[in-house]
T-cell receptor
Framework: AQSVAQPEDQVNVAEGNPLTVKCTYSVSGNPYLFWYVQYPNRGLQFLLKYITGDNLVKGSYGFEAEFNKSQTSFHLKKPSALVSDSALYFCAGSPPMDSNYQLIWGAGTKLIIKP | DSGVTQTPKHLITATGQRVTLRCSPRSGDLSVYWYQQSLDQGLQFLIQYYNGEERAKGNILERFSAQQFPDLHSELNLSSLELGDSALYFC?????????????FGPGTRLTVL
């Protein structure tokens, strides 16, 4: 079965330090991959996506992610964390020609940035 | 603000009742998606409509149904409600029906079943 995994339920980072939120996938072909963020009591907001091309994708709010085919990963990164980055982060993916037309979602990672 | 609107924001009802959740997509978007987010099951895809037609079906219960109207707004109907249906229900929209299209999410409807 195809899947997207976020191996960490929670990540704690000190403000100003670099942050990484991990995502691995088991999806056929060259997958489409997405990162979304959810702030408390809000809907999900799109951060970035990989469809094709450059493996390093830059997104909103200074976030970036690198598509690594050999490691089947799409980790989200930011060089310097802000307290306001504290939120729930979701990774999602899909095979490029998925007949079900639906994304496969990770379980989410809670990111806590401490001042 | 994503441009996707959902009403109502909160809904409290009793077991066995029926409710309707409403979603208006972003201007120009033809696809509407419905998701359920509960504490123990994360984000679950329910159903997608594209330009009025059902496009994809996920883990949607038979007690739930949805439709997309000619003006592209969508409604999710939940009937014979159970305590376990208490959750956040999100609507998202995208411009096309490609899986590569970015989905933009509404603020959600919080359903509480007592």
């Amino acid at each position: 079965a195809q899947s997207v995994a976020q191996p960490e339920d929670q990540v704690n980072v000190a403000e100003g330090n670099p942050l990484t939120v991990k995502c691995t996938y088991s999806v056929s072909g060259n997958p489409y991959l997405f990162w979304y963020v959810q702030y408390p009591n809000r809907g999900l907001q799109f951060l970035l996506k990989y469809i094709t091309g450059d493996n390093l994708v830059k997104g909103s709010y200074g976030f970036e992610a690198e598509f690594n085919k050999s490691q089947t990963s799409f980790h989200l990164k930011k060089p310097s964390a802000l307290v306001s980055d504290s939120a729930l982060y979701f990774c999602a993916g899909s095979p490029p020609m998925d007949s079900n037309y639906q994304l496969i979602w990770g379980a989410g990672t809670k990111l806590i940035i401490k001042p | 603000d994503s441009g996707v609107t959902q009403t109502p924001k909160h809904l409290i009802t009793a077991t066995g009742q029926r409710v309707t959740l409403r979603c208006s997509p972003r201007s120009g978007d033809l696809s509407v998606y419905w998701y359920q987010q509960s504490l123990d099951q994360g984000l679950q895809f329910l159903i997608q409509y594209y330009n009025g037609e059902e496009r994809a079906k996920g883990n949607i219960l038979e007690r739930f149904s949805a439709q997309q109207f000619p003006d592209l707004h969508s409604e999710l109907n939940l009937s014979s409600l159970e305590l376990g249906d208490s959750a956040l229900y999100f609507c998202a929209s995208s411009v096309g029906n490609s899986i590569a299209a970015t989905q933009y999410f509404g603020p959600g409807t919080r359903l509480t079943v007592l």
